[in-house]
């Protein structure tokens, strides 16, 4: 008499998702989770708390705060102070949520004006604290328009001082500030205070003394960086030196007429220049 010999089946993954619903993504641990949600644009990843209880904290122990909305480009001209609201909203939702011990990057990104300087600084001390490596505060484009000298020249307002006294300034690596006022010698201190950073990036600033717009000189003394970049600044800026002993890559573009001053730069191999400049 035959013995009926049992097959066994073999399982496959069709099987696991159809008939035992196993979500294999969840079981994961929270490290892999979060460098799975640093590939997707943040406010999608904010939406998969909605997933399930599992993921409902995962997205806030990200290190890359991004806040550029797709839908902020389309603004014309003064940006709605119900826009401006909703901006807000974001910003604030995420950082009081964020439980991330330290930040990659924190980026901010929307037509603010001098209006919102208190929330700015708030947001800025926030990436601070969380020893963020590389910030960006970015206000363009903006729809204030004036006239100078017989230009119509789009102007950047944002009188904007960064807390330069916190010790966290030592894990900052890249600084990117752009469509915003400068005021005094607030460069001057990032760089004393910034002991690792390597590429400074000022585009479309505005350069004041102490609230009076005058001619402006400006040192860049690092020992540690290595790439910088002026462009499109407006006001006169007399005087430009830079003393950089690690800088390798150079790019001005001004308005005015400026002197530019190498003080120590023997690494400098790649400088870009355009507009009006004299050496």
Same mark, same amino acid.
């Given at each position: 008499?035959?013995?009926?010999? @049992?097959?066994?089946?073999?399982?496959?993954?069709?099987?696991?998702?159809? $008939?035992?619903?196993?979500? /294999?993504?969840? $079981?994961?641990?929270?490290?892999?989770?979060?460098?799975?949600?640093?590939? /997707?644009?943040? @406010?999608?990843?904010?939406?998969?708390?909605?997933?399930? @209880?599992?993921?409902?904290?995962?997205?806030?122990?990200?290190?890359?705060?991004?806040?550029?909305?797709?839908?902020?480009?389309?603004?014309?001209?003064?940006?709605?102070?119900?826009?401006?609201?909703?901006? #807000?909203?974001?910003? &604030?939702?995420?950082?009081?949520?964020?439980?991330?011990?330290?930040?990659?990057?924190?980026?901010?990104?929307?037509?603010?004006?001098?209006?919102?300087?208190?929330?700015?600084?708030?947001?800025?001390? %926030?990436?601070?604290?969380?020893?963020?490596?590389?910030?960006? /505060?970015?206000?363009?484009?903006?729809?204030?328009?004036?006239?100078?000298?017989?230009?119509?020249?789009?102007?950047?307002?944002?009188?904007?001082?960064?807390?330069?006294?916190? @010790?966290?300034?030592?894990?900052?690596?890249?600084?990117?500030?752009?469509?915003?006022?400068?005021?005094?010698?607030?460069?001057?201190?990032?760089? %004393?205070?910034?002991?690792?950073?390597?590429?400074?990036?000022?585009?479309?600033?505005?350069?004041?003394?102490? $609230?009076?717009?005058?001619?402006?000189?400006?040192?860049?003394?690092?020992?540690?960086?290595? &790439?910088?970049?002026?462009? #499109?600044?407006?006001?006169?800026?007399?005087?430009?030196?830079?003393?950089?002993?690690?800088?390798?890559?150079?790019?001005?573009?001004?308005?005015?007429?400026?002197?530019?001053?190498?003080?120590?730069?023997?690494?400098?191999?790649?400088?870009?220049?355009?507009?009006?400049?004299?050496?």
């Amino acid at each position: 008499m035959k013995r009926k010999m @049992k097959r066994k089946r073999i399982t496959t993954s069709a099987d696991v998702n159809e $008939g035992d619903n196993v979500d /294999l993504i969840s $079981g994961l641990p929270d490290d892999i989770l979060v460098y799975l949600l640093s590939f /997707l644009e943040m @406010k999608t990843a904010a939406r998969t708390s909605l997933l399930s @209880k599992r993921w409902s904290y995962i997205w806030t122990y990200l290190v890359h705060l991004d806040f550029d909305d797709p839908g902020f480009h389309l603004i014309e001209g003064n940006p709605t102070c119900d826009q401006i609201d909703k901006y #807000h909203q974001w910003v &604030h939702k995420v950082i009081t949520t964020n439980r991330a011990s330290w930040l990659s990057t924190f980026r901010i990104h929307f037509p603010l004006n001098s209006l919102n300087v208190a929330d700015i600084n708030k947001w800025v001390r %926030f990436a601070l604290s969380k020893d963020v490596r590389n910030l960006e /505060l970015n206000l363009s484009p903006w729809g204030l328009t004036t006239e100078v000298d017989g230009y119509i020249l789009r102007w950047r307002f944002l009188f904007y001082q960064p807390v330069y006294t916190y @010790k966290h300034l030592t894990y900052l690596k890249s600084l990117h500030l752009e469509a915003l006022s400068v005021v005094g010698n607030v460069i001057e201190h990032v760089l %004393f205070n910034c002991l690792n950073l390597d590429r400074l990036m000022l585009r479309d600033c505005r350069f004041y003394s102490i $609230g009076v717009f005058l001619e402006t000189k400006l040192v860049v003394s690092s020992l540690s960086l290595k &790439h910088f970049e002026l462009s #499109h600044f407006f006001g006169v800026l007399e005087s430009l030196q830079i003393s950089a002993p690690k800088l390798s890559s150079f790019i001005f573009m001004g308005w005015g007429k400026a002197v530019v001053e190498y003080i120590h730069v023997p690494a400098l191999v790649n400088v870009t220049f355009g507009y009006a400049y004299r050496l």
